[in-house]
């Protein structure tokens, strides 16, 4: 059984930066791909990014890809995603999700999934 957490969402204004942490325990952290997906008001949620296990392997949809970056500290179990040059079309709440690896991922169907962390970008 795995445990995923997320952390460091807020309040901020178009054009700065948030990094948020996904914390994983229960079980190898190495095992596991890991997922950022968001789900703003109104809308469908999507998943934004994703990094393997291992070789830290990653993919973003275009809306992220030239300003968000993703990456991961075994040694501290956490994945982190840093979102830069935010818009107020970013405000969502954001979820960490693990599963095998990223195909399973980019499919929509991780094994574990945090609670979620509020982002939300003001104009």
């Known amino acids: 059984e795995v445990q995923v957490v997320e952390s460091g969402g807020g309040v901020v204004r178009t054009g700065e930066s948030l990094r948020l942490s996904c914390s994983a325990s229960?079980?190898?952290?190495?095992?596991?791909?890991v997922g950022w997906f968001r789900q703003a008001p109104g809308k469908e949620r999507e998943g934004i990014s994703c990094?393997?296990?291992?070789?830290?392997?990653?993919y973003f949809q275009n809306s992220v890809k030239d300003r968000f970056t993703i990456s991961r500290d075994n040694a501290k179990n956490t994945v982190y995603v840093q979102m830069n040059s935010l818009k107020p079309e970013d405000t969502a709440v954001y979820y960490c999700a693990a599963g095998p690896n990223t195909a399973t991922l980019q499919l929509g169907y991780p094994d574990y999934w945090g609670q979620g962390t509020q982002v939300t970008v003001s104009s």
């Open positions: 990094i393997s296990t291992g070789d830290g392997s990653s």
């Open positions: 229960g079980s190898s952290f190495d095992d596991y791909a």
